[in-house]
C-alpha cells in the first residue's frame, strides 16, 4: 500500500496565485514527521518545510505553509504568491520514528508557473 | 565543498558490469540513505543506515548491496548492472529532526 499519495502529476498555475500542492499518507503510527521537497530542472533536492505529528500548529516558513489536516491524514503545501521560480517538482515525504525509520517519498507533483 | 558529495555524478556503463557510486558527508550525521529517482515513480528508497553496524534495506534493495565504511562513508554497489538500473542515484544524511540533505545526484545509465 502507498504511503504517501501525491494525486497531481502536474500543475499549471498563473504567477502571483496562490498554489495548494496536495498530500495524503498512510499510518497507524501516532508520531511521525512530514517534509515537502522542492526539485527544480538543475536536479538539487531542497528541503521546504516540515511538519511534527505533534505539532499544534501548521507549519510555516516564508512563502511556504503546510495545511495540516490530521484527521484526513493530509499535508498539503500552500505556496503563497507564486513566482517563476516556483517552477519544479515537488516531493512529500513522511518519516514513522517508532517504526523503522526510514524516510518515505510521494511521485512528485510537477508545478509549472505561467508568466 | 558540498556536505555531501557524490562521486561519479555521471556514469555509462554496460549490462553485467560492477559499479560503484560513493557518498562521503562533512555534516557529522550518523544516518545515511541511498535512493534512485525515476521519472514519474519519485524516489525510491534503496538502503539506510543508522551507523556502521546497522545497515537496513529499504524499498527497492534487490539488484543493489551498500557498504558503510566510516560513519562518513556510505557505497552503493550494483553487482551485475540492468538496463532497468538506470536512474538518478541520491545519497542523503539526516540529522535528529529527519530532515534530509541531499548529495547532486549521481546519474547512472546502463546500454
Known amino acids: 500500500a502507498q504511503k504517501i499519495t501525491q494525486t497531481q502529476p502536474g500543475m499549471f498555475v498563473q504567477e502571483k496565485e496562490a498554489v495548494t500542492l496536495d498530500c495524503t499518507y498512510d499510518t497507524s503510527d501516532p508520531s511521525y514527521g512530514l517534509f515537502w521537497y522542492k526539485q527544480p530542472s538543475s536536479g538539487e533536492m531542497i528541503f521546504l518545510i516540515y511538519?511534527?505529528?505533534?505539532?499544534?500548529q501548521n507549519a510555516t516558513e516564508g512563502r511556504y505553509s503546510l495545511n495540516f489536516q490530521k484527521a484526513r491524514k493530509s499535508a498539503n503545501l500552500v505556496i503563497s504568491a507564486s513566482q517563476l521560480g516556483d517552477s519544479a517538482m515537488y516531493f512529500c515525504a513522511m518519516r514513522e520514528p517508532n517504526r523503522d525509520d526510514k524516510i518515505i517519498f510521494g511521485k512528485g507533483t510537477r508545478l509549472h508557473i505561467l508568466p | 565543498d558540498a556536505d555531501v558529495t557524490q562521486t561519479p555524478r555521471n556514469r555509462i556503463t554496460k549490462t553485467g558490469k560492477r559499479i560503484m557510486l560513493e557518498c562521503s558527508q562533512t555534516k557529522g550525521h550518523d544516518r545515511m540513505y541511498w535512493y534512485r529517482q525515476d521519472p514519474g515513480l519519485g524516489l525510491r528508497l534503496i538502503y539506510y543506515?543508522?551507523?556502521?553496524?546497522?545497515?537496513n534495506k529499504g524499498e527497492i534493495s534487490d539488484g543493489y548491496s551498500v557498504s558503510r565504511q566510516a560513519q562518513a562513508k556510505f557505497s552503493l554497489s550494483l553487482e551485475s548492472a540492468i538496463p532497468n538500473q538506470t536512474a538518478l542515484y541520491f545519497c542523503?544524511?539526516?540529522?535528529?529532526?529527519?530532515?534530509?540533505?541531499f548529495g547532486e545526484g549521481s546519474r547512472l545509465t546502463v546500454l
Open positions: 511538519q511534527g505529528s505533534y505539532d499544534q
Open positions: 543506515s543508522f551507523d556502521v553496524k546497522d545497515i
Open positions: 542523503a544524511t539526516s540529522g535528529g529532526a529527519g530532515e534530509l540533505f
